[in-house]
């Protein structure tokens, strides 16, 4: 076995190699850029080494600067983690060369699977079911217009070398070919340093489901059953699960079958995956094989208790593989949520900056219900421009799909992060959303359920009742902490009326608080100003504690806390709601204060996040209509097209291609 090895890679990926390696006696060698002095995995690992500037391309993607800081420490073997270099033919071969081991499948294996173009020809030579498609390299946008007329509408165009959901388009027409060809390209060139694309038909209303395999060095391949990976935003996958809710044991067989023999035919010997896109009749077709660890390799590990990171190093040292087929038994049910520097009430654009608070639900074994969090991130850290915007992955496992999403949901809500916008809010709703907790899901199904993205929402019914209730009860106790302030009038104790007018934006909710023991009780009183039933809330909740962890009539629930002006706002199930607690008085004078609205800035475009321009696709005096391209930013290695929300007339251009931009930067202005 090893002794010591380097983690080409950073963020959660490379700290979690850390702790397997960590638990099997094996000492780590992280790598780092200027960006990621001070980041997690650099802390964790035995010892780091500097390798350049923070562009990947400077420092990450430099095959010769990890070899040298291989020599430099003496590390015998490299873990690639996924992304970067994980699925360059050319890294492990210069591995090799150098004497040091490679932590994945062989070169021939990479080269086989790793180009999506000759994977699916390879596919097709094994009998495996491929989707319709133009395999061959496309030119220009005219013999991708050609093709996907030929092919039939609608078609994706992806980069042959990608992944991750970079460099990928759905086209529906003509000019969506057009367009998303070149941002295709454009996207896989600064990605991969690979601009081929290809195109292929997409299936209607499909499913993404993939399947684990695990090979050896001795010809033994398996497969550890699949994930569902249909929740999906922009190609990129955002929740998914293990088992699949489509799957039946027939079914799981055949594509297990299948994954293994393209394996074997490419002599497939460590973790890799083997997507599939699936109709709803349980029909399935080849994608593409990943020749590294997946992102959601953890929802696999909770079912199988498989460490895929401890069977890839003990590969890779030469281990036959200690399970056999019959040995894979799939236990329960697991859900992953990748959390992402993303802003959701923004359409979801990345968000750069500090972590002023990050306070992750603590991890656990109880009850049956696991909580993991995989992340690469601390408080205080920075969230970078020049890398994936994910902060962590949140997993959670219970004997049932049903239990798992319900931990899930919780967990989320117990997640605190200040400093950034990110996608808690936004996951938060997908886990209480009934069609996804009915399983029935597609890689459309954000599209569908979200057709005009997230927005905020006013909370209803019993959600906004438990809302009201939380905050009187966080209210009564910052008011019994203030009636234990010294210097009170003696013989003149404070007594509060137990009346309140909760707001909730600007919908009052009126109720009773009242504290009996260790609980408070809160009774809703309705329009005839009858008082109800009581709700007994239970918890241990001190102020400036930035979670409410707490029962109401039995039920467990957990609320993010932020104090606003004169009251704090409450986060829970994708719902954030600015909140004030009066007492009858108080509330009799909030109610003649005037509503404020926000300042129209509708005839300016401004740049929605920290990002590159690309380029400016107008000019000054130039009339446009609602929908035609105005600007490209690339930010977080994705291109972003900024498109005219109604016609008009560009008045005057502030920004140019090339210019680096702040948030909420001027880009133009209409008349």
Avoid at 46 to 71: H, Q, T
Avoid at 242 to 263: C, F, I, N, Y
Avoid at 346 to 361: A, E, H, M, T
Avoid at 586 to 591: C, D, I, P, Q, Y
Wanted: charged share 25%; aromatic share 6%; glycine share 8%.
């Amino acid at each position: 076995m090893f002794k010591r090895i380097l983690i080409a890679n950073r963020g959660e990926i490379a700290c979690r190699i850390i702790k397997t390696a960590r638990r099997m006696g094996i000492e780590t060698v992280a790598v780092y850029s200027e960006a990621d002095r001070d980041a997690l995995h650099v802390e964790m690992a035995d010892e780091a080494v500097f390798i350049g500037p923070p562009a990947a391309a400077e420092s990450y993607l430099l095959i010769d600067k990890i070899v040298e800081a291989c020599r430099k420490t003496g590390a015998e073997a490299v873990h690639p983690g996924y992304g970067f270099l994980s699925e360059r033919e050319a890294f492990p071969r210069a591995l090799e060369k150098a004497g040091i081991v490679f932590i994945g499948p062989n070169p021939g294996a990479i080269a086989a699977m790793g180009d999506k173009i000759e994977s699916k020809k390879a596919a097709a030579a094994a009998k495996v079911s491929t989707v319709p498609g133009h395999l061959g390299v496309i030119e220009d946008d005219k013999q991708a217009v050609k093709i996907a007329d030929q092919i039939g509408y609608p078609v994706m165009i992806k980069a042959s070398a990608g992944g991750g959901g970079k460099g990928m388009r759905i086209a529906h027409s003509k000019a969506e070919v057009a367009e998303g060809f070149g941002l295709a390209k454009a996207e896989a060139k600064a990605s991969f340093g690979d601009d081929r694309v290809f195109i292929e038909k997409f299936i209607v209303d499909p499913r993404h489901i993939e399947i684990q395999v695990l090979g050896d060095k001795h010809g033994n391949v398996i497969y550890l059953g699949e994930r569902e990976c249909s929740i999906q935003r922009r190609n990129q996958k955002v929740i998914e699960e293990a088992p699949s809710p489509l799957l039946d044991e027939s079914t799981r067989r055949k594509m297990g079958e299948q994954a293994v023999a393209l394996a074997k035919a490419v002599n497939y010997d460590s973790a890799g995956t083997v997507e599939f896109v699936a109709g709803q009749d349980k029909s399935f077709f080849f994608l593409e094989m990943n020749t590294r660890l997946q992102v959601e390799h953890p929802v696999t590990e909770l079912v199988t208790g498989i460490d895929l990171v401890e069977q890839m190093i003990r590969v890779a040292a030469g281990e036959k593989l200690a399970l056999s087929q019959k040995d894979v038994t799939l236990t329960g049910w697991a859900v992953e949520s990748r959390l992402y520097a993303e802003d959701p009430f923004r359409n979801f654009l990345p968000s750069v900056g500090r972590l002023v608070k990050y306070r992750p639900p603590t991890e656990s074994e109880a009850d049956d219900v696991t909580v993991r969090n995989d992340t690469g991130v601390q408080e205080g850290g920075e969230i970078s421009i020049y890398y994936d915007p994910m902060i962590a992955k949140l997993v959670t496992h219970a004997p049932s799909r049903a239990a798992a999403i319900e931990a899930q949901s919780t967990a989320l809500d117990s997640f605190y992060i200040d400093g950034i916008r990110h996608n808690i809010p936004f996951l938060s709703a997908l886990m209480n959303h009934p069609r996804w907790r009915e399983g029935r899901l597609s890689t459309g199904f954000i599209a569908e359920e979200f057709p005009r993205g997230f927005a905020s929402r006013a909370p209803e019914g019993e959600v906004a009742r438990r809302l009201a209730a939380v905050a009187a009860a966080i209210d009564h106790v910052l008011g019994e902490r203030k009636r234990q302030i010294s210097g009170q009038l003696i013989g003149r104790p404070v007594h509060r009326e137990r009346r309140r007018a909760v707001w909730l934006g600007r919908e009052e909710v009126p109720l009773e608080i009242t504290r009996e023991a260790q609980d408070l009780v809160v009774h809703f009183i309705d329009a005839d100003g009858a008082t109800g039933q009581p709700h007994h809330l239970a918890s241990s909740w001190k102020p400036g504690e930035p979670v409410w962890h707490g029962k109401i009539d039995g039920l467990e629930i957990a609320l993010q806390v932020r104090p606003v002006p004169n009251g704090f706002r409450l986060s829970h199930q994708g719902f954030d709601v600015a909140i004030q607690v009066f007492t009858e008085t108080e509330a009799s004078a909030a109610r003649l204060m005037p509503v404020t609205t926000a300042s129209d800035s509708g005839k300016k475009l401004l740049c929605p996040m920290p990002g590159l321009v690309i380029s400016i696709a107008v000019s000054e005096g130039q009339e446009v209509k609602a929908g035609e391209t105005l600007a490209v930013i690339e930010a977080m290695k994705m291109q972003n097209v900024l498109r005219a929300e109604r016609d008009g007339a560009v008045k005057k251009i502030y920004a140019t291609s090339g210019a680096t931009l702040a948030v909420d930067a001027l880009i133009l202005e209409f008349a």
